[in-house]
């Protein structure tokens, strides 16, 4: 009886090390994050130096002590316009004609990244590597405004690219949420040439390879916690 009770005691007391002993990094978990770009080189001349905006939603799959496998999807979006209210009212009381340009350009990407922590908690800071697939669109439109605030279109014409992706950043972890700053290639067709058409011919659209910043700023938690 006295053995049998040392032995459970000795039990107690190895559980509590065992537990240690484990890794201390959260299992599956699934992340959402705001983010902001900005275009760099020829896009960010595309994009006329203008920010854009996006969310990025992810699942984390822990594959070691170190490593994390984050399989995600994003969406980015910009928009620029020469649009002035203020302007478009003086020549409508003058009776001319006043034209709005805008260019739209959005992202969508889907890929994996692999995060390399320092820690074996996996909170503080890691290294990300990212590869996937990305579809732009790019859409032009230049809007006209007669002496009576009709609108009618002068150009509208549209582009799609899709192509591969990679990525690299470096970023914070923390309990429930994450920082991350990240640089990405990925390519994007454009045009200088905005010039009135006949509706019967094609704007003819470049590729080109688009180099961008984002920053993402997210919260995650593990599937445990559901």
């Not at 994996?112 to 990212?130: I, M, N, P, Q």
Request: hydrophobic content about 40%.
């Amino acid at each position: 009886m006295r053995f049998f009770s040392m032995m459970c005691a000795a039990a107690l007391m190895a559980q509590p090390l065992s537990a240690q002993s484990a890794p201390q990094g959260p299992g599956l978990s699934w992340g959402l994050s705001l983010m902001t770009g900005y275009g760099l080189g020829d896009l960010n001349r595309d994009l006329h130096s203008r920010a854009g905006y996006g969310l990025h939603f992810d699942y984390q799959i822990p594959i070691s002590r170190f490593v994390d496998l984050r399989p995600g999807f994003e969406w980015m979006g910009y928009r620029m316009s020469t649009h002035n209210e203020a302007a478009a009212k003086v020549s409508q009381a003058f009776g001319t004609n006043y034209q709005d340009t805008r260019t739209l350009f959005r992202t969508y990407r889907a890929a994996v990244d692999g995060l390399f922590y320092f820690r074996e908690s996996k909170e503080g800071v890691f290294v990300s590597l990212g590869l996937g697939a990305q579809r732009s669109d790019t859409q032009l439109q230049d809007i006209a405004r007669d002496a009576n605030a009709d609108r009618f279109p002068l150009l509208d014409v549209r582009a799609r690219r899709s192509g591969f992706w990679a990525g690299a950043g470096v970023g914070y972890q923390m309990e429930r949420g994450n920082f991350e700053v990240r640089v990405s290639r990925a390519p994007y067709a454009f045009t200088s040439d905005r010039v009135m058409v006949d509706p019967a011919q094609v704007t003819a659209f470049q590729e080109r390879q688009g180099w961008a910043v984002h920053v993402l700023l997210g919260v995650r938690t593990s599937f445990e916690r559901w």
